[in-house]
């Protein structure tokens, strides 16, 4: 293997302005530990990235060359201080006696043993660490050792890269050992505005069949990241270009898609739910496709409203009140975003209700009608209900007139009574 080490003379100095001055201490005295117990300690993945772009990052790792767990052991019984292991994971927390928390992580490495189904995890070396990574910015490491604290190890050209503002994975089955790198890729092209690099952006999309062998779950918690980062739509272009779309939603996304999307995204408060749906809806399967992503009771109830909104004979019905009786228990946030649709021809009838709607306040409560002596039960709602008709057909505009419908209806139904 290449091997390239650098060194950067001002990375010290960077770790010295980042963390905090007790912080700089421990990684210093674990470097000098880490020397007298015969093991190497780096700093590494997004920590040393962050570093060298100048951007804060409190993930702060130690990944011991050796053994991680038995070092931090070590540490604490020299300096005080608790640990508590994680022997599957190989790792270790040192609570600090001034109760500063840090991560003792030993190198690792998964390989799948020839007779054995399960992947095994087994201690290695820092270029069997790096190795495992996701892209070369990611696979750099600072060492913290005493005798060469500040030497940056840089195997893939991630130096390179951050320069050139690429993401580049390290080996072409990256993506298809784990495809989450799919979307890591995307985040972290939004994220610093990089590019993906060519024959990185080929490999996913040749690796797109392996996203069905994440859960919805993950595939949800992948697009919220990205959701979380993205200022515009980019994004979710990119991961057109590496069509996930086209795979996830089993067709190719028409114009008004993008259309849905741009409107939706610059609506405040869109998620990315929000986002997947606007995307799909111009399909004819949009129903099924979006129902895998649902998580919560609030989306299945968002997804079913607009089903029916979908399917309401919204230009037939030609009063704003009448409409009501159709629309009243839609949710604000499914019609706002329904008359979004691009697709939909509809819509200034629609706009007025629901501009109306919100606009609305009754001229009369439960309250009021029990001080006009009405016997309290479920005929409330209903008296209640059609007023809001009457109001929104503009038939009623005062407490007076409605307080004078209420007791003409009063009166017609205790008549019908006797
Ligand atoms: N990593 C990887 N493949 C993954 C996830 C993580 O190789 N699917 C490695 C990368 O080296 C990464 C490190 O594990 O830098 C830590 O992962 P994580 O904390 O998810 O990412 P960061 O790079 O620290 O990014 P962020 O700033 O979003 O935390």
């Known amino acids: ?45 997004g920590f040393v990235r962050d570093l060298l772009l100048e951007r804060p990052n409190e993930d702060l790792d130690v990944v011991i060359e050796g053994d991680g767990i038995k070092f931090a052991n070590v540490l604490a019984a020299s300096h005080g201080g608790s640990i508590k292991q994680h022997d599957t994971f190989g790792t270790a927390t040192w609570t600090t006696p001034d109760d500063m928390k840090i991560d003792i992580v030993t190198c690792r490495t998964e390989y799948y043993a020839e ?107 992948e697009l919220t990241l990205i959701h979380k980062e993205a200022t515009d739509l980019e994004a979710y272009y990119l991961l057109d270009t590496l069509n996930v779309w086209k795979t996830l939603f089993q067709k190719e996304l028409p114009a008004s898609s993008w259309q849905y999307a741009e409107r939706v995204f610059s609506q405040s408060g869109h998620t990315v739910f929000h986002m997947l749906t606007a995307l799909a809806s111009p399909l004819s399967n949009w129903r099924e496709m979006i129902q895998l992503y649902i998580m919560t009771a609030k989306e299945r109830v968002f997804i079913e409203q607009l089903n029916e909104l979908k399917q309401a004979p919204i230009e037939e019905v030609k009063s704003i009140g009448e409409l009501h009786r159709y629309l009243y228990a839609v949710h604000d946030e499914t019609l706002r975003f329904y008359l979004l649709d691009p697709t ?26 029990i001080k006009l002596d009405f016997k309290p039960g479920p005929h409330f709602r209903d008296y209640l209900f059609e007023l809001e008709i009457k109001q929104l057909n503009g038939e009623i505009s005062s407490k007076e007139e409605a307080t004078r419908w209420v007791l003409e209806e009063k009166q017609k139904a205790e008549a019908n009574h006797l």
């Open 344 to 369: 939909q021809e509809f819509h200034t009838h629609l706009d007025d209700y629901f501009k109306k709607r919100q606009e609305m306040s009754l001229y009369l409560s439960g309250d009021d009608l």
């Open 1 to 45: 293997r290449k091997e390239q080490e650098a060194s950067l003379p001002n990375l010290v100095q960077r770790l010295e302005d980042t963390v905090s001055k007790e912080h700089f201490h421990l990684l210093k005295l674990i470097g000098k530990e880490a020397d007298r117990f015969g093991v190497s300690a780096y700093l590494v993945g």
């Open 115 to 221: 007779t054995a189904a399960l992947p095994i995890v087994r201690s290695s070396n820092i270029h069997e660490d790096l190795t495992r990574r996701d892209f070369t910015i990611n696979a750099m490491a600072m060492s913290i050792s005493e005798h060469s604290f500040g030497k940056l190890l840089d195997e893939y050209q991630g130096i390179e890269d951050l320069k050139a503002k690429k993401i580049r994975i390290l080996h072409p089955i990256s993506f298809i050992e784990d495809p989450t790198r799919i979307f890591r890729a995307v985040r972290f092209a939004v994220r610093f505005g990089y590019s993906i690099e060519k024959e990185t952006a080929r490999l996913a999309q040749s690796a797109m069949s392996h996203l069905f062998s994440l859960s919805q779950q993950r595939l949800r918690q």
